[in-house]
């Protein structure tokens, strides 16, 4: 009898069956990732529904869409409170509670309402940006200096206030009330049509993104000045120059959440950049864009700018024939 050694893989049979394999793997962790991108896709759509559905309420009891207020300008002497966008939402959020935790008569970031900051709703973070980040150093006033270790949680979610046209604003469905000067906006004042006009949109809170650029983290890069749109008198123009505030009352859930949609001069108006609170997702080639009817639409990065302009204002009279979705 002769002995024959046992039957085995060749060198070249065991690279071609390993190089099988890791294909395989490949595209079974890719339809893993986009399987659950989706998923968090839907959550993040479903957050804006719910927000959309949640302001159509507060319309209905208050006769006027959400928007953050202050009783006066933050450097005049009158100044004594603010109220940020989604606190004043918060009754409409099932979240009566942590309404009246707030102290009213105070800034919404001030020491009496600290212990508050770090209750951020769920449904104001998008799964898909990976992180909870507690912005560090922020301001206990619009103006004010940064009070070391007031912290607080990001939100990835901003209120249209508008766009600005030949450099002028041109304001949009969510209006910031100062005192008796400037007023929410009334459902009826959208006179381009609630299913054409923007009134949330997906602006990620953790991150500052620049064109060809990864995303930078906002604590260790934060805009250095900002503004917003209240008026187009500069009289009533909020501004600030403190790196401190800019975080508290833009980035933070309880602060103003106001953003615009800017035209730089380039191609593209959206998920370019957040610097200034424009539309900014970390979909890929997408934006989650909340209408004021409550509808929700996937608006594509190369949506043409003109269109998404024309989305975030409130009374323009213009007639937009196809939004990319």
């Not at 202050?70 to 309404?99: I, K």
């Not at 209240?230 to 009289?235: E, L």
């Amino acid at each position: 009898m002769r002995w024959k050694p046992a039957g085995g893989f060749t060198l070249t049979e065991l690279l071609v069956s390993i190089a099988i394999l890791s294909i395989l793997i490949g595209l079974t962790l890719a339809a893993v990732q986009s399987a659950r991108e989706s998923a968090r896709r839907t959550q993040c759509f479903s957050n804006l529904r719910n927000l959309g559905v949640s302001a159509l309420a507060l319309e209905s009891a208050n006769r006027h869409l959400p928007g953050p207020y202050m009783n006066a300008h933050p450097d005049s002497r009158e100044y004594r409170w603010d109220t940020g966008l989604f606190v004043t939402m918060l009754p409409y959020l099932d979240n009566s509670s942590l309404f009246h935790a707030f102290e009213k008569n105070k800034p919404t970031n001030s020491p009496a309402n600290r212990e508050n900051l770090s209750n951020r709703p769920a449904i104001l973070k998008c799964p898909s940006t990976g992180t909870s980040a507690a912005l560090q150093n922020l301001s206990s006033r619009f103006s004010g200096e940064a009070t070391i270790g007031l912290n607080t949680n990001s939100c990835d979610y901003m209120g249209n206030d508008g766009t600005y046209s030949n450099s002028k604003p041109v304001f949009g469905s969510v209006r910031l009330r100062v005192g008796k000067l400037v007023f929410e906006r009334r459902l009826h004042e959208i006179s381009d049509g609630s299913t054409q006009t923007l009134l949330f949109w997906e602006s990620v809170g953790d991150f500052l993104r620049f064109p060809n650029l990864p995303p930078e983290s906002m604590d260790e890069k934060c805009a250095t000045a900002f503004s917003f749109l209240t008026d187009s008198s500069n009289r009533y123009k909020l501004t600030s120059n403190t790196q401190a505030s800019t975080k508290s009352y833009v980035y933070a859930w309880t602060g103003f959440r106001i953003g615009a949609v800017v035209d730089y001069g380039g191609s593209k108006v959206v998920n370019v950049s957040n610097q200034l609170g424009e539309p900014f997702s970390m979909h890929a080639g997408i934006v989650p864009c909340g209408m004021v009817d409550g509808s929700v639409r996937g608006v594509h990065d190369a949506i043409d700018k003109q269109v998404m302009m024309a989305m975030a204002t409130a009374q323009q009279g213009e007639v937009i024939d196809r939004v990319v979705d």
